[in-house]
Nanobody, 119 residues
């Protein structure tokens, strides 16, 4: 069965950086686009970024464009989200998702990792 396990969340000051990771298993990882989503307290889950199966194409929400970078390592079944210039409004639980409809249609998510940005 598909398992996605996020890690790397934590507390960071505004303007700082953090990288979250997602370990995938139970799927042919290199055949799927992978994405990151987030859910802030009291809000619905929203799309953050997606990377194609090869890594050749990426998609970003306008709110993170230029600050966040998604990447993947198909040899390790890993996907990453490098977050720079973090803002308090980036505070959320970040989820990794298996993308089945580009750019943001996911069918599996992990349990998430909490990122808190203090002002």
């Amino acid at each position: 069965q598909v398992q996605l396990v996020e890690s790397g969340g934590g507390l960071v000051q505004a303007g700082g950086s953090l990288r979250v990771s997602c370990a995938a298993s139970g799927l042919t990882f290199s055949s799927y686009a992978m994405g990151w989503f987030r859910q802030a307290p009291g809000k619905e889950r929203e799309f953050v970024a997606t990377i194609s199966w090869s890594g050749g194409s990426t998609y970003y929400a306008d709110s993170v464009k230029g600050r966040f970078t998604i990447s993947r390592d198909n040899a390790k079944n890993m996907v990453y989200l490098q977050m720079n210039s973090l803002k308090p409004e980036d505070t959320a639980v970040y989820y990794c998702g298996r993308i089945v409809i580009l750019p943001d249609g996911a069918d599996y998510w992990g349990k998430g990792t909490l990122v808190t940005v203090s002002s």
